[in-house]
């Protein structure tokens, strides 16, 4: 017996037939012409798909791709508790104050490259969402985002960036919904860590905020922010971000600016080193091939930061690898772009790293010693950049894995912990002081390049050494004028 639907669908298409034969000829012309066009239209994106090879990630990078696209975020650390072995040891010291570097978090793609297929897919720049959890917590942070207030910390920075997205299309190097979801539960992460030791009475006086003048940056700030602190607070205070146009974020407290004259002129010279050119020239074979697939000339393609971030950010989304007139991107061609990328990116803050991040470090060390004296009531001091901020504190800390790209939100903790059973005067009050540092969880400070043999039980460094190191051994009062040599140079 014949099922129902069989037969109605054969008199639909008699139905149909019919009512074609009684069309006149110019109509039945047209029908025709559109069913061809369809046909050649679907016939023409098969031939385009069948030029990429098939989606699959090779397992020689999809480690470094979990760790850079850091999605679901990883937030276990070891932030706020020591690991001391003795008990006795881990109950005499009392954290005093802590300091967080944040690269912003997810985002699309940073550069708009001539000629790259970027603009046939999207990353999700909106707080459009099936989960309720997420809509939820977006639609409060959205409540709660107009009490933030941004400020020119540095004269001529603008000051009116939205702290939510737009709702459209990703525009280039916009903060996702993914990197608001990773600095949001990086702050609710934090909360847990310190709330002992932020409470729940924390006023704007005890926190300083600093970030670039990027947007992702700025917003991946109030993310944070929204994370670590209650609603009430943030309503209540009316949290300041202060702005600044230096990626580096080389300004005291005061916004006065730190100046290296030679800053520019170390870089150029550093590029001109062998080691330098013997790698650019391995890298070369691969910007000719990226060059052919855009279908530009070689010159016109200056490096290979953007080119490796385009296909970082396809992976991360698992979207097909960057297309060009002259064909797409091989998934060997991506792995070796990543690898060119990671050491390109190093290479390129190597020979800036100290002058450009003793700043900042002299900065934390100046507040440490405040806090020693009980001349500050900071507790928490946020710094919201980018991985080329990242990157180079760590080259210049000595902890930086160089084959390995900064990822996405990675968070650089330095807490300061002092020593309740020191007997150092108020004048000597230094010497109870101690730092660690933490990326990404981990504890790093034993690879630290400058602590050494005054190292505390694996884990925490003399804040003396760190003063030693940014003041070539002049003290307090040297750090400044040590950078000041630094940049003479």
């Known amino acids: 017996m014949i099922p129902l639907t069989l037969i109605n669908l054969r008199r639909r298409m008699l139905y149909m037939k019919h009512k074609f034969y009684r069309l006149d000829n110019v109509w039945r012309i047209i029908i025709i012409a559109l069913l061809l066009m369809f046909l050649w239209i679907w016939v023409w994106n098969s031939s385009r798909m069948e ?48 300091h967080v570097l944040i690269r912003h978090g997810d985002r699309s793609p940073a550069k708009d490259i001539a000629n790259m297929d970027h603009k046939n897919y999207d ?40 702290l939510v997205p737009s709702g459209k299309k990703c525009e280039i190097g916009q903060l996702t919904q993914r990197g608001f979801l990773q600095h949001f539960e990086i702050g609710k992460h934090m909360r847990e860590v310190y709330h002992d030791f932020l409470g729940d009475d924390i ?18 700030a109030a993310a944070f922010l929204f994370g670590l602190l209650t609603k009430d607070t943030i309503m209540r205070e009316g949290i300041a971000i ?109 020979a800036i790293a100290d002058v450009a991040t003793h700043p900042m470090l002299i900065q934390m060390a100046k507040r440490m010693i405040d806090k020693s004296r009980d001349k500050t009531k900071l507790k928490f001091i946020l710094y919201s950049a980018h991985d080329s901020t990242v990157t180079p504190l760590l080259l210049n800390l000595g902890v930086h894995d160089r084959n390995k790209w900064t990822p996405y939100a990675t968070r650089v903790v330095i807490e300061l912990w002092r020593d309740t059973t020191s007997s150092a005067s108020s004048e000597d009050s230094i010497e109870s002081l101690y730092f660690r540092v933490l990326v990404n969880g981990k504890a790093v400070t034993s690879k630290m390049k400058f602590c050494g043999e005054a190292l505390f039980k694996g884990e925490l460094c003399p804040v003396r050494e760190l003063i030693t190191w940014l003041s070539a051994g002049k003290g307090v009062k040297g750090m400044d004028e040590n950078y000041q040599s630094l940049c003479n140079t």
């Open 51 to 98: 030029r990429r090879a098939p989606y699959v990630i090779p397992k020689s990078i999809q480690q470094h791709l979990t760790h850079y696209c850091n999605f679901p975020v990883r937030t276990s650390g070891a932030e706020g508790s020591l690991s001391l072995e003795d008990l006795e040891h881990s109950k005499r010291f009392r954290l005093e104050m802590v």
């Open 123 to 162: 990353y999700d720049c909106t707080f459009k969402t099936a989960d309720r959890d997420h809509k939820q917590m977006f639609e409060e942070f959205k409540q709660t985002s107009m009490y933030f207030k941004l400020r020119e910390f540095v004269k001529g920075v603008r000051t009116s960036q939205s």
């Open 203 to 220: 006023t704007g006086g005890n926190l300083l905020l600093r970030s670039t003048e990027r947007t992702r940056c700025i917003q991946s």
């Open 242 to 350: 202060n702005l600044t146009s230096d990626i580096w974020l080389r300004e005291d407290d005061h916004g006065v600016p730190y100046k290296c004259p030679s800053f520019y002129q170390r870089w150029a010279e550093y590029k001109q080193r062998q080691e330098y050119i013997t790698g650019a020239a391995e890298m070369e074979p691969f910007m000719q091939k990226y060059s052919q697939i855009l279908g530009t000339s070689r010159s016109s393609i200056t490096t290979v930061i953007f080119l490796t971030d385009a296909i970082l950010t396809r992976y991360c989304y698992k979207h097909p690898l960057p297309c060009g007139p002259g064909g797409c991107v091989t998934q060997e061609m991506a792995a070796d772009g990543i690898n060119f990328g990671s050491w390109a990116f190093a290479e390129n803050f190597t």
